[in-house]
């Protein structure tokens, strides 16, 4: 499975903007590709990361379930739910900053992200510290070339990004991130049916809970670092991820046209670029999980 490819559906990083004061729906200025990517600074500044899924378009195809879901709307579900989802993790990364100021400064102090760090309570004390702030400090580094044909081209430091094959789109509400699907579904791991569409919903409100079972241990103050406290809510996240990207997987798997690789008795693969990772096959999924994690952001690197 592509992480790359789940995730941005994922994570990766719903709804059509809030107000910024009362009920009243904040206005954006999405009407030029610059424009776009400078609101999805603002919307962090702003202390909205919800509305971060609003920026990515997800083409939908023509088509109805056959419980009367269209798979447009089945898309909307998933980004309502990673928005929701977005602002938890928003609400929890203030309530740490606020318990552990001086570790998380510290933190911060180091640079990078958490894409650059290596184990897993070293990566989840960096998403922990500040989720949101690479795309505000980093709105520099970030270019997007309007190409005149209703795309534009988009570069991080002057490099294409993924190669070239993630680009903004001109829509009807301004111009957004589009996700490559035709792409993706090419290669065999991206949502075709209503099951899927709903497992990877289910996901985001997993995530979601996870992150509400962490806030109250943080506010009952059960860690005396910021370390305990980022590891104790990347094992809470990780545990409710895990067995709904095994779901999903399984799925993948018991479709003759997606079957990838075999992994052994009581496995599957996920497919990384030209790496075929077994998962579950060894009897150790975590560490199987965590092996292609760090292939998979070795490649994202490249």
């Known amino acids: 499975m592509r992480m790359r490819a789940l995730i941005p559906v994922l994570a990766l990083a719903a709804t059509v903007a809030l107000g910024l004061g009362g009920c009243r729906k904040p206005r954006y200025d999405t009407s030029t590709p610059q424009a776009a990517l400078d609101a999805m600074a603002q919307m962090v500044r702003d202390g909205r990361p919800e509305l971060l899924p609003t920026m990515l378009d997800i083409e939908a195809r023509d088509i109805t379930f056959p419980d009367g879901v269209t798979e447009a709307s089945a898309i909307n579900d998933v980004k309502l739910k990673a928005g929701d989802m977005l602002a938890r993790l928003w609400k929890v990364s203030r309530a740490l900053q606020a318990r552990f100021p001086k570790e998380v400064e510290a933190e911060l102090a180091k640079g990078g992200s958490w894409a650059t760090r290596s184990g897993f ?104 670092s910021l370390a305990a406290a980022s590891e104790r809510a990347g094992r809470l996240i990780a545990e409710s991820a895990v067995a709904q990207v095994v779901i999903f997987a399984m799925m993948q798997q018991n479709d003759p046209a997606k079957a990838g690789a075999a992994a052994g008795p009581g496995g599957f693969t996920i497919k990384a670029g030209n790496a075929e990772i077994p998962i579950g096959s060894t009897g150790d999924v975590g560490r199987d999980m965590g092996n292609a994690g760090d292939i998979m952001r070795r490649q994202a690197e490249q």
């Not at 520099?140 to 680009?167: H, I, Q």
């Not at 949502?191 to 985001?204: F, G, H, I, S």
């Not at 079972?213 to 005396?224: H, P, Q, R, T, V």
Request: proline letters at 4%.
């Open 121 to 224: 309570g070293d990566v989840f004390t960096s998403v922990m510290s500040d989720p949101f702030g690479w795309l505000d400090a980093n709105r520099s580094r970030l270019e997007a070339e309007d190409l005149g044909d209703g795309t534009a081209a988009f570069s991080l430091d002057g490099k294409p990004v993924l190669g070239g094959t993630l680009t903004m789109r001109e829509t009807a509400d301004g111009w957004r991130v589009a996700i490559p699907v035709e792409l993706i579904r090419s290669s065999g791991y991206f949502p075709d049916t209503r099951e899927e569409w709903a497992v990877l919903a289910y996901l985001m409100l997993a995530v979601e809970n996870a992150i509400r079972d962490f806030d109250n241990e943080l506010g009952d103050g059960k860690f005396k």
